[in-house]
């Protein structure tokens, strides 16, 4: 192995070649569920570094784990315990190759923090759409190969709708420039598209062509009160015909998972918080002007407030309010975590469906398992619930989790399916939900995947044991 390490030093420089010290940045996972052992942490600093890494280690058949920002929830993005895994962090590759204004596009390096690529956008006077609560952290690669979704997918889709070329390098060590900015191109299959949301296991991301959009003339937020999950999706049918397109964000959230916020950040003023089983949080981006989207959405909660789908209702006056709005929904995984370990759940099922999903599986839960608590949130306007599971109150955290998680696991998962639904609507299948997929995905969809797997990778090499179960 010393003679891998060397190449890879020859390849990358010493310096980007980590085997000692503290390297838990790299090796423990952002919940802090998982730790593992690399043999080295590698951070090249261009593509054509990245493809000599992967050749290096294709001739010493080592595997490979691509890294971004490490906020990844399924323990897909750290190398496992036998210390014979190279993570491959693609942080340094940062550049914004360009910006094509007429045809409203930008190019950059997969290690550009989300965040920074929203930066660059808006120093264009365009927008970027992607947003979610680790956007100072994660990065465009890291987005594209788990296909995030995040606050905007109701409008602009997910990361995958927000790519039009790629660059890849392949298991073999090839990089392939697929950079197009083109909108229409059917020139056979959409490899790009094979690598969206591939999680690493089917070729290395190091450069994406990202759609730009124009900015909003206005963005406001308001805040409503709803009775049940059924006015929820009341409110949501409500906005969409009222709002067409101005509507940009639709989030629930029960009131567990806000008293939850409440209780652990005691600097949060929660709206309606005591007076209504579930809040929704809307965002209207409207392109003529301010007036114009607070008229709109005015109209819509009163309309909403005569129709009984919501109870009470607040726009917010200027961005410092929206913004508290946002850190309020923003901070519910968080005020979780504070709470104490819990089994968490990135499901989708079709909107229609999910008052009866919810109405079912609350209550199989409170049956089967005696206490237990429902944080549940999420983006309600693409169908995606946070369903998650606390431990009932007082009780030993890690006991619970230890013996109820694979039970919970079995009756959420198995209710999904039963309404038609997805067990990951935005986090992927990592490592934590392998064993998963034959239960719940058919046997020609994984002979398929299996297919594609062995045709790009045959080696075996990226990112073994993710996504593809063996
Ligand atoms: P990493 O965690 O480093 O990696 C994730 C996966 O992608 C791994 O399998 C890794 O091997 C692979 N990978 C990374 N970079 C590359 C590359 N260049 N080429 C090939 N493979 C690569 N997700 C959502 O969808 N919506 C949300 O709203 C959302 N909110 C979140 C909020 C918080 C607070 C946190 C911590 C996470 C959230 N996530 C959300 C999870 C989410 O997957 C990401 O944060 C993000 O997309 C991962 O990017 P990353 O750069 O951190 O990737």
Redesign the pocket.
Known sequence: MNDLIEQLKACVGPANVLTEGDLSAWEQD?RKRSRGKALAVVRPGSTEQVAAVVRACAAHRTPI?????????VV??IPDASGKEVVLS?QRMTAVRGIDRENLTMTVE??CVLQAVQQAADDADLFFPLS???EG???I??????N????QVLRYGNTRELCLGLEVVTAQGEAWNGLTGLRKDNTGYDLRQL?IG???TL????AATLKLYPKPAATLTAWAAVPDMQAAVRLLQLAQDRLGSGLTGFEVMGQFALSLAARHMPQLRVPFLDASPYGVLLENSDSESEGHARGQFEALLEAALEDGCATDAVVAENLSQASQLWHVRENI?LAQAQEGLNIKHDISVPISRIPAFCAETDALLAREIAGVRLVNFGHLGDGNLHYNVQAPEGGDMAAFLREQEERVNTLVYDQVHKFGGSISA???I?ELKVDKLPHYKSPVALSMMRAVKQALDPQGLL?PG?VVPT
Request: net charge negative; glycine share 30%.
């Open positions: 952002w784990v691509p890294q971004g920002g490490n906020t990844g929830l897909g993005g693609l997969a290690g979610l609560a680790a952290s994660c990065t690669g890291g987005n594209l190969a788990t995030a979704g995040g606050t690598f591939s999680e690493g070729g290395i991301i190091t995984p935005e986090h992927g990592g990112n993710r």
